[in-house]
């Protein structure tokens, strides 16, 4: 189960893009004019970007499970073209047959997603490879009419009918899906009607079928579509339930029922990407050029966008997706009705493309989910335990929004006597450092960055800042420190002398000293001095930085799950300056008891 270097590989989920043209011109088109002229350079890169991409995931340990190609359209790729991607993917499943099969996946010959218009002319030669074949069709059919035109504006209705015709006799895994937005909402008696005629009539079975509820996409040209065109807009959630229930009246108990229940509504399930904690861990598109991409829905959007196989290394892809998503799902905030959610640990949210373009916290399908969820409840279980509730809200946020897992603890100060003039403004905390020239340079903002995976994050003194930095941390991650230059010789006539001084302490309390106070547990310090530090990338003249990326991977089996690390960075001689201030000025003794230094909190990933 080892790939050749002798490590565990990373198994991944890779669309393949071979080329973004497409013959149809459908106004709603996710991917805009991406679609209306063929990349004269496609056609030549479209086999070599893939053999090149699995050749370099390999080399870094990561597996595609599942290679799917997509589009645009893939179909209007030249013969030969297709029918080399077509053997290069049947050829990798059969090389790695023992490994992917061992891992519970199945995969042995090609798939595609198409519009079916090819269809007729590629039989022969998707017959010939076992191609797997994933059509979309606009449902009622009166709509595909309207909607889904050829680039000349005629109709495609009748060619689509003919291939749908063709591909119910194809004898190979086969199955097709539909859009549903208001229009085809308003129509649902008459969409009801077209799957029993596709059933019944053209003998396609209906079982091999599946619904997805149109969402806002980013797309400029869609958005001014659907403001113009009321038909096209996003359906509610109680729109949605309604739809569910509509088509659970009409199938429910009929030789559809199989579908019904397994295959039309699987989108909005677990056994989907959109219930990851974060799929930037597993999903991934590639497109010809070689850019890389989230999925269909954030393809084309830079939000979305880790990077080119061509120019980065497959670890700085893997650490942008996963860093990405989290920030999107981070930037979307949370809904507190996830909070008292019993199917928390089944959603996770929803999809992040979707709430980052909605504008929303929580999935766009998120009362369908529920309406899915409750009609099986041996299959998805509602949690009704508080503490079961409370670990999977903990699970959650500590994976997307760890800033969060604190907010509602205030800090609560026990009552104790102060000397009268504590209160007069010169011995207020702000007041010291303003006449302290070094505090001045200790406390001041932006002498300390914190880098991850090229992310930076401005440290300021524990004691003074106003809002927590909590992040997750991974084994996988680059993490810097970059400190000023400056800082090194504040109270320091010999900076040779000096050293960067780093304290981690864990949120697991100790009791010690003679006031035995209660702290966080201390669990290393590290210094390096001055002479051996590098210039930062930042600022040469004004900057030092060090890599602690392999400091953290070495003591990460102190790091425990679920526990916050708290991460402390001065200077040996700012160090020793804020002790000797201490001893000297008891009212910036009071206020500076608990560690003042620049500090950042994390969870580590990987326990």
């Known amino acids: 189960m080892e790939t050749q270097q002798g490590r565990y590989p990373k198994l991944i989920h890779l669309l393949y893009v071979p080329t973004l043209f497409c013959n149809l011109g459908c106004s709603y088109c996710y991917l805009e004019n991406q679609t209306d002229v063929k990349q004269p350079d496609s056609e030549n890169l479209a086999v070599d970007t893939l053999k090149f991409a699995v050749q370099k995931f390999k080399k870094s340990d990561v597996?595609?499970?599942?290679?799917?190609?997509?589009?645009?359209?893939?179909?209007?790729?030249?013969?030969?073209?297709?029918?080399?991607?077509?053997?290069?993917?049947r050829n990798y499943y059969?090389?790695?047959?023992?490994?992917?099969?061992?891992?519970?996946?199945?995969?042995?010959?090609?798939?595609?997603?198409?519009?079916?218009?090819?269809?007729?002319?590629?039989?022969?030669?998707?017959?010939?490879?076992?191609?797997?074949?994933?059509?979309?069709?606009?449902?009622?059919?009166?709509?595909?009419e309207q909607y889904r035109l050829a680039k000349n504006g005629r109709s495609t209705l009748d060619v689509i009918l003919k291939n749908l015709t063709l591909l119910s006799r194809y004898r190979h895994r086969k199955k097709f899906s539909s859009v549903i937005c208001y229009a085809h909402y308003l129509k649902m008696g008459e969409l009801m009607k077209d799957i029993w005629f596709i059933h019944r009539k053209i003998g396609f079975d209906m079982n091999n079928f599946n619904f997805m509820f149109g969402f806002e996409t980013g797309n400029t040209v869609l958005q001014q579509l659907r403001e113009d065109n009321y038909d096209l807009r996003v359906l509610t959630g109680e729109e949605q339930v309604t739809f569910y229930r509509a088509m659970q009246e009409e199938f429910s108990g009929t030789e559809l029922d199989e579908g019904l229940e397994k295959r039309w509504f699987e989108e909005f399930t677990p056994s989907y990407c959109t219930h990851s904690f974060n799929c930037g861990e597993k999903f991934f598109l590639l497109q010809y050029n070689g850019d890389i991409y989230s999925c269909v829905r954030g393809q084309g959007k830079r939000d979305f966008y880790f990077g080119n196989i061509y120019k980065d290394s497959v670890q700085e892809i893997l650490k942008n997706a996963y860093l990405k998503i989290q920030i999107r799902h981070n930037q979307a905030g949370w809904d507190e009705e996830c909070s008292k959610c019993g199917y928390l640990g089944i959603c996770k949210t929803g999809c992040p493309f979707v709430k980052h373009v909605h504008g929303i916290s929580k999935s766009y399908t998120c009362e369908l989910?529920?309406?899915?969820?409750?009609?099986?409840?041996?299959?998805?279980?509602?949690?009704?335990?508080?503490?079961?509730?409370k670990a999977f809200l903990n699970e959650v946020l500590i994976e997307n929004h760890p800033q969060l897992i604190f907010s509602d603890k205030k800090p609560v100060r026990e009552a104790f006597v102060l000397p009268n003039d504590f209160y007069e403004k010169k011995n207020i905390l702000n007041e010291i450092i303003k006449s302290d020239e070094v505090l001045q340079i200790f406390y001041g903002e932006g002498n300390i960055m914190f880098e991850v995976n090229g992310a930076f994050y401005p440290l300021d003194s524990q004691i003074l800042k106003a809002n927590r930095q909590i992040l997750l941390l991974k084994p996988e991650d680059t993490v810097?420190?970059?400190?000023?230059?400056?800082?090194?010789?504040?109270?320091?006539?010999?900076?040779?002398?000096?050293?960067?001084y780093m304290m981690l302490l864990r949120d697991t309390k100790v009791v010690y000293g003679d006031e035995k106070r209660t702290k966080q547990e201390h669990i290393f310090t590290h210094q390096v001095?001055?002479?051996?530090?590098?210039?930062?990338?930042?600022?040469?003249?004004?900057f030092f930085a060090l890599d602690i990326s392999d400091l953290l991977r070495f003591h990460s089996q102190t790091f425990l799950e679920g526990v916050l690390n708290n991460f402390f960075i001065t200077t040996s001689y700012i160090r020793e300056y804020h002790y000797q201030k201490q001893k000297e000025n008891a009212f910036y003794h009071i206020q500076s008891i608990n560690l003042p230094f620049q500090n950042i909190e994390f969870y580590w990933k990987g326990c």
């Not at 061992?102 to 030669?125: S, V």
């Not at 989910?369 to 509730?389: F, G, R």
């Not at 001095?529 to 004004?542: G, I, M």
């Open 63 to 89: 597996l595609p499970y599942n290679i799917s190609l997509h589009g645009g359209e893939v179909t209007t790729l030249k013969t030969d073209t297709l029918e080399e991607l077509f053997k290069f993917i």
């Open 94 to 144: 059969k090389k790695h047959i023992d490994i992917l099969s061992r891992e519970g996946f199945h995969k042995a010959e090609p798939h595609i997603k198409t519009n079916l218009y090819n269809f007729d002319k590629l039989y022969d030669l998707l017959d010939e490879y076992k191609v797997s074949v994933s059509a979309s069709i606009d449902l009622p059919l009166s709509l595909h």
């Open 369 to 389: 989910q529920k309406e899915i969820y409750k009609k099986d409840p041996s299959l998805y279980p509602v949690v009704e335990d508080e503490n079961e509730k």
């Open 480 to 500: 810097r420190v970059h400190i000023k230059k400056v800082m090194f010789e504040i109270n320091c006539r010999e900076p040779v002398r000096n050293s960067l």
């Open 529 to 542: 001095f001055y002479n051996v530090l590098n210039d930062s990338f930042l600022n040469n003249d004004e």
